[in-house]
């Protein structure tokens, strides 16, 4: 196997006096002998030229060289959201994940030695239970769109329906990922108009929804930040065709907002990255899903479940995955979904984020993010020639507005000039956002950042 | 012998005391409250969250629950974790280290493509790593793990055969293949098609050459495959497939056995994904979150869900693209588990082309070394090809045993707890009976092999003179073995805590 001196600190029997030893012991001459059954001429030559080896000293300089190159939110101010907002992270939520327990452990297959994982999902998944307001919360998807996609397959699963109706704002991200996602299912969806308070149109919903309808799918808070104020009517009219009401809710919203399941969501998804998640460059973020304690709408639900149980002696309490005869490495083909490996250690991060704040650190958050969004948008709509917002409606922690004559792009590229990431360009998303910017304001952000923001957008107006 | 921690550790929920609290946002000032009382009062009262039913503890009552918890974890870091197809490797900490960095943690996946050039630089060249070591040409990193690179995958193969205008309905998947081959197939709306494994442990060759048809998009593979063998027939297997017109899916899962050996793309395969917490160690979390890259030769490129990662010669800058028409479309949002993918590139700079090829074919001296000296063991047998190296793991069947002791895989499985080692994979693969798949991976030493083999043995001895003591196994753990049953009962299954409370309640135990 090459020149011996070969050394290396994570191949633990690099050394070739210790592997001649194990090969002697296994009666083989020559390493290659274990690869006698694959074609010879698959067999490279020479290993890949790609980068490396480096030292781990030289790893860290070349890696953090690379990145420097990013500006990052010590350098720009974000006023960006959208699916990833900039939120603060505690340092107890870091310290607890960076436990290498938690952190270099496998799916908890053999629970007596895997309570503490066990545990700490099901915490995850009682947690946001609360804030929710369902009973049963699978422990995570990869994200909030994906949550979407498998929330639309699981409406299907549950009652055969094909449509699905969403409204005219939904995040054109998550759309697209739901789209991919029922395709093979050939599910149609189809959207609902919402008016300039961002109410629901009940008579176009009324109208769409039929015995065909699997779900009706609602944003809470919306993607343009507008909070739905009739979002119970949307819940009752798929009740009355008797299809499933789904409702994706942003979870820091909901240290003030009511809960989906207190007006009849029966399922439930959202983005836990705002709950402990650095921003990552968009990963990894973390799926919420869950719903009503119905059997039939569990067994249908997609990912893996943490549930409470005792020991077979029946002296101690203890924690495993269950019903795991719904997931694919039972199932198979007829699996709820796919997935196997999910988000774990963010839903832990999650568990501890939410055992820190608790009842009164997350309504304190939320009050914070409400009113700092408040405060921008009054600050805004001091401006000549600014619209704020574009929806007459509360706004949580995200808002529209334009600047008559400014196109979005040009208004971002000159917020950026200032060393400001201005929000999203929504532009495109329908005749009515126009110039339309989408920005973002949460604790992160002080008041002299808020002006900032204002007397940048004020400058343009001037110009 | 082993002790795990055990803490009569209560629930959050258990702990909670009125009116603590482990962290506050920063307090407003005057006119911003002000603003806010305004925006509150402008939401309808019905529209506002009356009860918050979270706990409330201080901030060491947090810290030093979930330290507790993670005490009663096995890991990695406590110990040996032989699980088969999971690829338990060292994870490297440095590699944690810099995926901690601001430059990462603190930036915006929607940013200016101006302000992101470093990271899009690390992917642009991960992704020439990749393609160089699995001989594809192209990959995209939207899938968050193996199975969601699957979808991804069996999507494409979809995509493909749609615009060459033909319908086909079937996937095959051996009966050897990880569930979540079929689970994708289904889940992307084909058929699921069966092949059998032939006595040496590989696709049944005969019985796919009768499956095959003009209905067949694709076949699912893993080589070397679940009971650690390599494909010998692979040539004829892409033969027959390509002259069908399939495609031909290659699992990443169990790369680890020719990382730097041979390639995907060499054989044949079409479609790849990886699975980077496995073969390139980024740490598992205890099911995630994980990678899984979706690769594809040229004529397939155009499939691939956005965005890529382009590099713009021009102005010298890094770009995504996601004008991508022909694509299957968008699976998740932004750009893939970045984090993760740090992780994975630092990992492929530590070991380089050499290391990773020393790595498997130490992972596959190690799998082979374990095997001889575990096979010796009553009670135990090595089905399929029983003469046959193994690659990176391999799988024993205790079938025997269970017919002379009554002991099964599982309490085998359950015993080794005791003795400080996680168990391996159980009955799995499905065509194994009683099957005990073990992965040492290049890792362990070749003391802690040995450990290993001498507490297997011990168990195989306890077995046959103490079979009632291993089938109540494990007793060093935090619990006893746990009552599975009643955890997935309709009566009994308690998904969350208000569920527990609200039981309790109607059964009067509580109030």
Known sequence: ?463 | MYRQALWDEPLVFEASRKGAVGYLPPSLEEEIKQAGARALSRIPRGMLREELPLPELSELEVIRHYTRLSQMNYSISTGFYPLGSCTMKYNPVVNNELAALDEIALLHPAQPEETVQGALELLYRLEKALCEITGMDRFSFAPAAGAHGELAGCLIMRAYHAERGEERSKIIVPDSAHGTNPATAAMSGYEVVVVGTDSEGGVDVKELEKLVDEKTAGLMLTNPNTLGLFEKDIERIVEIMHDAGALLYYDGANLNAIAGVVRPGDMGFDIVHLNLHKTFSTPHGGGGPGAGPVGVVSRLEKYLPPPLVVYDEKTGRYRLDYDRPSSIGRIKMYHGNFAVLVRAYAYILSMGGEGLRRAALNAVVASNYLLAKMRRARGVSLPYGAARPRKHEFVLSLSRLRRETGVRALDVAKRLLDYGFHAPTIYFPLIVDEAFMVEPTESESKNELDRFAEAFERIIAESYENPEMVRGAPYSTSVGRVNEARASHPKTMTPTWRVYRKRAIELGVEK
């Open chain 1, 1 to 463: 196997m090459g020149q011996t001196g070969y050394r290396h600190p994570y191949i633990a029997n690099s050394t070739q006096e210790t592997l001649e030893e194990m090969l002697r012991e296994l009666g083989v001459g020559d390493v290659w002998e274990l690869y006698s059954d694959v074609p010879r001429k698959y067999i490279l030559e020479k290993p890949p030229a790609i980068e490396g080896p480096l030292s781990e000293q030289e790893v860290q300089a070349h890696v953090r060289s690379m990145l420097s190159r990013n500006k990052t939110a010590r350098q720009l101010k974000l006023f960006i959201g959208g699916g990833v907002w900039p939120h603060y992270i505690p340092a107890a939520v870091r310290e607890v994940i960076s436990r290498s327990e938690f952190l270099t452990s496998y799916t908890p297959y053999q629970p007596e030695a895997s309570q503490g994982m066990l545990t700490a999902l099901f915490e995850y998944q009682s947690l946001v239970a609360e804030l929710y307001d369902v009973d049963v919360v699978n422990s995570s998807m990869y994200d909030w769109a994906t949550a979407v996609g498998e929330a639309f397959r699981m409406a299907h699963r549950y009652n055969g329906r094909k449509k699905i109706i969403v409204p005219r704002f939904i995040s054109p991200e998550r759309l697209a990922v739901a789209e991919t996602y029922v395709k093979p299912l050939g599910l149609e969806i189809v959207s609902v108009r919402q008016d300039e308070h961002g109410r629901i149109d009940e008579e176009e919903l009324k109208h769409l929804a039929d015995r065909d309808t699997a779900a009706i799918y609602v944003e809470n808070p919306a993607y343009l930040g507008f909070i739905v104020e009739n979002i119970t009517a949307a819940g009752e009219i798929a009740h009355d065709v008797g299809s499933l009401f789904i409702v994706g809710a942003e979870p820091t919203s909901l240290g003030i907002l009511k809960p989906p399941g207190s007006y009849g969501a029966d399922i439930i998804v959202g983005e836990g990255q705002p709950l402990g998640l650095p921003m990552n460059f968009g990963g990894p973020l973390m799926g919420i899903l869950g719903c009503r304690h119905e059997q039939r709408l569990v067994h249908a639900m997609p990912g893996r479940l943490i549930g409470m149980t005792e020991d077979i002696r029946g002296e101690r309490r203890a924690f495993t995955m269950v019903l795991q005869a719904r997931e694919q490495h039972i199932r198979r083909e007829k699996a709820t979904s796919n997935i196997c490996t999910n988000q774990a250690l963010c839903a832990v991060a999650v568990a501890a984020y939410l055992a820190l704040l608790g009842k009164s650190g997350l309504r304190s958050l939320a009050e914070h993010i409400l009113a700092k969004t408040a405060y921008m948008i009054e600050r805004l709509s001091k401006i000549n020639n600014i619209q704020v917002p574009l929806f007459d409606a509360p706004h949580y922690m995200e808002f529209t507005y334009r600047m008559r004559g400014v196109k979005a792009k040009a208004l971002l590229n000159k917020l950026l000039q200032h060393g400001i990431v201005g929000g999203i360009d929504v532009s495109s998303m329908h005749d009515s956002l126009n110039g339309a910017v989408l920005t973002c304001v949460t604790e992160v952000h002080s008041r002299e950042d808020l002006e900032a923001y204002a007397r940048a957008v004020e400058s343009l107006g001037v110009g």
